[in-house]
């Protein structure tokens, strides 16, 4: 609807009632939030945090 | 049964959207998922197993980062979201949009920011909301709604003329535009 062919939202180009179920606004912000946040979910935890937590869990035990 | 500290690494990818959304910077984020990491190594004792192993992290970390912002009074206005998130075949008038996103969201409240990325990007309902944010329900609903409309707002035109950000905004892309017609590269616009 409002998105670009390759997943990467348009502008947006009209509201529409707030209770609008597919609002093209909120279409369009939620493709552009995850283009925005999604590769920093899935960028590999660092050595050094999982590291820190290895040697708490052994610690632990 | 899941060990703690499983759960821990398990929920890593998670609190390191919050931490982005808090933050706006990568590297911040990156500390703060550090630094609330260890907190909650050192309070593992009080978590009580079966409960909310989520919201007890998100609030460690939403702790960490208010902690950290009254001890620096700091407002970091870096945003080095869109250098590295953008899909590198983006046309140029759609990096435009999320670079304009990037900013609205930038402009947010904090906690509304948080609230819409934890809702929207990462699914989560206004009562895990709440109770990962340490607030009433209604309070987390409001958050959310407020942010929506006031992106939509911004990113729509429904603004006043004198507002500051569509005034920046419309100077930016003046500015891009102006370059490329020069041929020139208009990175180094938006790493400030």
């Given at each position: 609807?409002?998105?670009?062919?390759?997943?990467?939202?348009?502008?947006?180009?009209?509201?529409?009632?707030?209770?609008?179920a597919?609002?093209?606004?909120?279409?369009?912000?939620?493709?552009?939030l995850h283009?925005?946040f999604?590769?920093?979910?899935?960028?590999?935890i660092?050595?050094?945090?999982?590291?820190?937590?290895?040697d708490?869990?052994?610690?632990?035990? | 049964?899941t060990?703690?500290?499983?759960?821990v690494?398990?929920?890593?990818?998670?609190?390191r959207?919050?931490?982005?959304?808090?933050?706006?910077n990568r590297?911040?984020?990156?500390?703060?998922?550090?630094?609330?990491?260890?907190?909650?190594?050192?309070?593992q004792d009080?978590?009580?197993?079966?409960?909310?192993?989520?919201?007890?992290?998100?609030?460690i970390?939403?702790?960490?980062?208010?902690?950290?912002?009254?001890?620096?009074r700091?407002?970091?206005?870096?945003?080095?979201v869109?250098?590295?998130?953008?899909?590198?075949?983006a046309?140029?008038?759609?990096?435009?949009?999320?670079?304009?996103?990037?900013l609205?969201?930038?402009?947010?409240?904090?906690?509304?920011?948080?609230?819409?990325?934890?809702?929207v990007?990462?699914?989560?309902?206004?009562?895990?909301?709440a109770?990962?944010?340490?607030?009433?329900?209604?309070?987390?609903?409001?958050?959310v709604?407020?942010?929506?409309?006031?992106?939509e707002?911004?990113?729509?035109?429904?603004?006043?003329?004198n507002?500051?950000?569509?005034?920046?905004?419309?100077?930016?892309?003046?500015?891009?535009?102006?370059?490329?017609?020069?041929?020139l590269?208009?990175d180094?616009?938006?790493?400030f």
């Amino acid at each position: 609807m409002t998105g670009g062919e390759d997943g990467v939202p348009e502008k947006p180009r009209q509201t529409m009632s707030p209770g609008e179920a597919e609002n093209p606004f909120d279409i369009w912000l939620k493709r552009g939030l995850h283009q925005l946040f999604d590769d920093v979910a899935n960028e590999p935890i660092p050595e050094e945090l999982l590291r820190l937590i290895e040697d708490d869990r052994s610690e632990q035990k | 049964m899941t060990s703690f500290h499983d759960q821990v690494i398990q929920i890593l990818p998670k609190l390191r959207v919050q931490a982005l959304s808090l933050t706006r910077n990568r590297s911040a984020a990156e500390d703060l998922v550090q630094d609330a990491v260890c907190n909650a190594l050192a309070a593992q004792d009080s978590f009580i197993p079966g409960t909310n192993f989520s919201a007890w992290m998100h609030r460690i970390l939403r702790n960490r980062f208010i902690s950290d912002l009254r001890k620096r009074r700091e407002t970091t206005d870096i945003e080095d979201v869109p250098a590295s998130s953008f899909a590198s075949n983006a046309t140029h008038e759609d990096s435009l949009a999320l670079k304009d996103l990037s900013l609205a969201l930038s402009r947010l409240p904090a906690d509304q920011r948080e609230a819409l990325v934890m809702v929207v990007v990462q699914g989560m309902s206004y009562e895990a909301l709440a109770e990962a944010t340490g607030c009433a329900v209604g309070t987390a609903k409001s958050r959310v709604f407020r942010a929506r409309r006031q992106l939509e707002a911004w990113m729509t035109g429904d603004l006043p003329a004198n507002d500051k950000l569509r005034i920046k905004v419309a100077a930016l892309r003046s500015t891009l535009d102006d370059r490329r017609r020069k041929g020139l590269k208009s990175d180094d616009l938006f790493s400030f």
